[in-house]
C-alpha cells in the first residue's frame, strides 16, 4: 500500500505535509479508501488547517457577459454556440460597486468580477483595477476573472489592490483536448504563474460532470496539487446544465458519495487550501452538501445567481449551515 495512505491509517492523519509532486496512483489510493477512512484522514487534516464550523462565502458578478471567443463546451458564454445568452458590454464601475456592495450586506467576504473574454484588453483592464480598487475600498477581499494574462497585466491588477485571481485547469490535460480548443493547458498554467509572480494569491478549479473518467477529475487534482505553490482557493464546480453547449452530449455528473471522495481527496493532497464547493449546488440535497462539509469543503458562492445559472437560494442556505451549526462570518 502507498506510503501516505498507509502512514495516515496508523496515526489519524496527523502528518498532512505540503507536497508538489504528486502521482496520479497516490491521488487515486486515497481516493479509493474505503469511505469511511478517507473521509477520517480528510476530516483530521481539515481540522489541523482550519475552523471545521466555519466557511467562507464568496459572491460573483459577471461585469461582461457571453460573446467570448473561446469554446470551452460546457460554457453559455462562448461565442461558437447558440446558448440563448444575450452578450453584454463591460458594465459601469458604479453598478459594479453597488452589486458589491449588496452582496457585501447579504453576508459575502469575497467579490468575484468576471469577464468572459480570452484576455483583457488595455482600456478594459484600466476600468477593472478601477472597479477592483473600489470595491477594496468596502472593506472586501477582491478576486477576478478575466481570462488569460500577461505578467505586465497581472501586475496591474495586483498594484490595484486584487488579492485573487480565479483561472481554472479546468480538467486533466488528458481530458483537456475534448472540451476545449482554442487554448491549451499550459496557457492557463502560465497565467496562474504570472499571477503568482505578481504577487496575487491564486484561485484555481476545474469542472466535473463534463463526461470525464475518475481518472480525470484526479489528474485535474494533481495539476493543481503539483502548482509550485497550492492556489490558495480551489473551486470545484459541478457542470451547471447549460442549453446548446456540446457538453450536453458527454455529461454525467458524479453521484454525491463519488462527488464527496473527489472533494475529501482535494482536501488531504492540498491541506491548507480553501476547497469551494462552487457551481452544481442547485443539484445536491442538504445532505450530499453535508457529506461534502464533512470532507473538507470550507467555501460557497451566495446568491441565487452565480454568473449565467442557478445558485441555490440565500434562505436555504442560511437555513442549512444553520442546522450545521457553521458559521459563515465575512471577514
Ligand atoms: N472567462 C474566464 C475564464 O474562463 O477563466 C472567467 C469566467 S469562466 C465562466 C470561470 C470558470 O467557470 C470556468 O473556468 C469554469 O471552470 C467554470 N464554469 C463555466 N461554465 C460552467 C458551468 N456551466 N458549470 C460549471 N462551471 C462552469
Ligand atoms: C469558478 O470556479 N466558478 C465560478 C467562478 N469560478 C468564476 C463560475 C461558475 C460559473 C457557472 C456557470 C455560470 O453561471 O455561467
Ligand atoms: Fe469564455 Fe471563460 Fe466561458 Fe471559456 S469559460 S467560454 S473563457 S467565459
Redesign the pocket.
Same mark, same amino acid.
Given at each position: 500500500m502507498d506510503a501516505a495512505v498507509e502512514g495516515e491509517r496508523n496515526d489519524g492523519a496527523s502528518r498532512a505535509s505540503i507536497r508538489s509532486d504528486w502521482e496520479l496512483a497516490e491521488a487515486a489510493a486515497l481516493h479509493d479508501l474505503p469511505f469511511s477512512d478517507l473521509m477520517f484522514q480528510a476530516q483530521c487534516v481539515h481540522r489541523e488547517n482550519f475552523d471545521p464550523n466555519h466557511i467562507e462565502t464568496a459572491s460573483l458578478l459577471s461585469i461582461k457577459t457571453g460573446g +467570448?471567443p473561446e469554446d +470551452?463546451g460546457? +460554457?453559455?458564454?462562448s461565442a461558437h454556440y447558440e446558448t440563448g445568452l444575450k452578450a453584454t458590454r463591460l458594465m459601469d464601475r458604479a453598478n459594479v460597486v453597488a452589486a458589491a456592495q449588496r452582496a457585501k450586506a447579504a453576508g459575502a467576504a469575497r467579490f468575484c468580477m *468576471? *469577464?468572459? #473574454?480570452r484576455s483583457p484588453k488595455g482600456r478594459d483592464l484600466d476600468t477593472v483595477c478601477d472597479m477592483v480598487s473600489a470595491v477594496k475600498d468596502l472593506g472586501m477581499e477582491t478576486c477576478a476573472?478575466? @481570462?488569460m494574462l500577461t505578467f505586465k497585466q497581472a501586475t496591474q491588477l495586483a498594484n490595484a489592490g486584487l488579492d485573487f485571481y $480565479?483561472? $481554472?485547469v479546468?480538467t486533466s490535460a488528458e481530458f483537456y483536448g475534448k472540451i476545449i480548443s482554442t487554448r491549451a493547458l499550459q496557457d492557463r498554467i502560465d497565467t496562474l504563474g504570472h499571477a503568482r509572480r505578481a504577487g496575487l494569491k491564486l484561485c484555481s478549479g @476545474?469542472?466535473v460532470g463534463m463526461g470525464e473518467c475518475t481518472a480525470d477529475r484526479l489528474g485535474m487534482l494533481v495539476v493543481l496539487a503539483n502548482l509550485e505553490k497550492h492556489p490558495e482557493s480551489v473551486p470545484i $464546480?459541478l #457542470?451547471?446544465e447549460?442549453k446548446g453547449v456540446p457538453v450536453n452530449d458527454t455529461a454525467e455528473r458524479p453521484d454525491p458519495i463519488a462527488f464527496a471522495r473527489l472533494v475529501a481527496t482535494a482536501r488531504i493532497m492540498m491541506p491548507k487550501s480553501v476547497v469551494r464547493l462552487s *457551481?452544481?449546488r442547485q443539484y445536491m440535497t442538504d445532505e450530499a452538501q453535508a457529506l461534502c462539509f464533512l470532507a473538507g469543503a470550507n467555501s460557497i458562492f451566495i446568491g441565487d445567481v452565480l454568473?449565467t445559472?442557478k445558485n441555490p437560494q440565500a434562505d436555504c442556505d442560511a437555513n442549512l449551515l444553520g442546522r450545521l451549526g457553521i458559521k459563515s462570518s465575512a471577514k
Amino acid at each position: 500500500m502507498d506510503a501516505a495512505v498507509e502512514g495516515e491509517r496508523n496515526d489519524g492523519a496527523s502528518r498532512a505535509s505540503i507536497r508538489s509532486d504528486w502521482e496520479l496512483a497516490e491521488a487515486a489510493a486515497l481516493h479509493d479508501l474505503p469511505f469511511s477512512d478517507l473521509m477520517f484522514q480528510a476530516q483530521c487534516v481539515h481540522r489541523e488547517n482550519f475552523d471545521p464550523n466555519h466557511i467562507e462565502t464568496a459572491s460573483l458578478l459577471s461585469i461582461k457577459t457571453g460573446g +467570448c471567443p473561446e469554446d +470551452c463546451g460546457y +460554457c453559455s458564454q462562448s461565442a461558437h454556440y447558440e446558448t440563448g445568452l444575450k452578450a453584454t458590454r463591460l458594465m459601469d464601475r458604479a453598478n459594479v460597486v453597488a452589486a458589491a456592495q449588496r452582496a457585501k450586506a447579504a453576508g459575502a467576504a469575497r467579490f468575484c468580477m *468576471a *469577464a468572459a #473574454w480570452r484576455s483583457p484588453k488595455g482600456r478594459d483592464l484600466d476600468t477593472v483595477c478601477d472597479m477592483v480598487s473600489a470595491v477594496k475600498d468596502l472593506g472586501m477581499e477582491t478576486c477576478a476573472t478575466l @481570462g488569460m494574462l500577461t505578467f505586465k497585466q497581472a501586475t496591474q491588477l495586483a498594484n490595484a489592490g486584487l488579492d485573487f485571481y $480565479n483561472h $481554472n485547469v479546468d480538467t486533466s490535460a488528458e481530458f483537456y483536448g475534448k472540451i476545449i480548443s482554442t487554448r491549451a493547458l499550459q496557457d492557463r498554467i502560465d497565467t496562474l504563474g504570472h499571477a503568482r509572480r505578481a504577487g496575487l494569491k491564486l484561485c484555481s478549479g @476545474g469542472i466535473v460532470g463534463m463526461g470525464e473518467c475518475t481518472a480525470d477529475r484526479l489528474g485535474m487534482l494533481v495539476v493543481l496539487a503539483n502548482l509550485e505553490k497550492h492556489p490558495e482557493s480551489v473551486p470545484i $464546480n459541478l #457542470w451547471n446544465e447549460v442549453k446548446g453547449v456540446p457538453v450536453n452530449d458527454t455529461a454525467e455528473r458524479p453521484d454525491p458519495i463519488a462527488f464527496a471522495r473527489l472533494v475529501a481527496t482535494a482536501r488531504i493532497m492540498m491541506p491548507k487550501s480553501v476547497v469551494r464547493l462552487s *457551481a452544481g449546488r442547485q443539484y445536491m440535497t442538504d445532505e450530499a452538501q453535508a457529506l461534502c462539509f464533512l470532507a473538507g469543503a470550507n467555501s460557497i458562492f451566495i446568491g441565487d445567481v452565480l454568473l449565467t445559472t442557478k445558485n441555490p437560494q440565500a434562505d436555504c442556505d442560511a437555513n442549512l449551515l444553520g442546522r450545521l451549526g457553521i458559521k459563515s462570518s465575512a471577514k
